[in-house]
T-cell receptor, first 116, second 115 residues
Framework: EPEVTQTPSHQVTQMGQEVILRCVPI?????FYWYRQILGQKVEFLVS????????KSEIFDDQFSVERPDGSNFTLKIRSTKLEDSAMYFC??????????????FGQGTRLTVV | AQKVTQAQTEISVVEKEDVTLDCVYE???????LFWYKQPPSGELVFLIR??????QNEISGRYSWNFQKSTSSFNFTITASQVVDSAVYFC????????????FGTGTSLTVIP
């Protein structure tokens, strides 16, 4: 069964450092997303990406964040200068637009980012 | 604006009891989708069910059942004969066409099944 894969599963980084979270969406999907879940809180939308550009972003997704699809398979989230409050679980998701109206996003297993 | 409310923060039940997790949603769109996800202690999000706004038929899948009522904007989830492995955080989520495939998650209900 196809799945979204994320690497690494856990990353520890020092405050102020740049970090890149990687995701491999399901191969025939065209919409890609990043969500964030601070420990013990709800899952929050960060950004959606379609046709090589950001289609929507939340207020959380400020200038410190960027996304990229560097090749045909990877989808990355970069945090330029990490802060303590960036510590969270980050979920990547993908969906197939031809699946409408039965839209469904498939989530990866998450990357737990710890900023120290 | 879209919003999902899960009023129950934590629930504890004894194994084999039935338990219902509540979900109330808000959206102005007439076409929308509702989901339930399970998040076990390992942290991943496990898809359980998707319903679209035009299908109010209740669904049963093994010990799981879902009650969708548009009149009360609710999409409740019942686990029958709960098991210890059901212990997890359960999230209800909403997606509608106005926001593309963006999901709005509730705050989750932490379910503990006591052996």
């Amino acid at each position: 069964e196809p799945e979204v894969t994320q690497t690494p599963s856990h990353q520890v980084t020092q405050m102020g450092q740049e970090v890149i979270l990687r995701c491999v969406p399901i191969s025939n999907h065209l919409y890609f997303y990043w969500y964030r879940q601070i420990l013990g809180q709800k899952v929050e939308f960060l950004v959606s990406f379609y046709n090589n550009e950001i289609s929507e972003k939340s207020e959380i997704f400020d200038d410190q964040f960027s996304v990229e699809r560097p090749d045909g398979s990877n989808f990355t989230l970069k945090i330029r200068s990490t802060k303590l409050e960036d510590s969270a679980m980050y979920f990547c998701a993908s969906s197939d637009p031809s699946d409408r109206p039965n839209t469904e996003a498939f989530f990866g297993q998450g990357t737990r980012l710890t900023v120290v | 604006a879209q919003k999902v409310t899960q009023a129950q923060t934590e629930i504890s039940v004894v194994e084999k009891e039935d338990v219902t997790l509540d979900c109330v949603y808000e959206t102005r769109d007439t076409t929308y989708y509702l989901f339930w996800y399970k998040q076990p202690p390992s942290g991943e999000l496990v898809f359980l069910i998707r319903r679209n706004s035009f299908d109010e038929q209740n669904e049963i899948s093994g010990r799981y059942s879902w009650n969708f009522q548009k009149s009360t904007s609710s999409f409740n989830f019942t686990i029958t004969a709960s098991q210890v492995v059901d212990s997890a955080v359960y999230f209800c989520a909403l997606s509608d066409l106005n926001t593309g495939n963006q999901f709005y998650f509730g705050t989750g209900t932490s379910l503990t099944v006591i052996p």
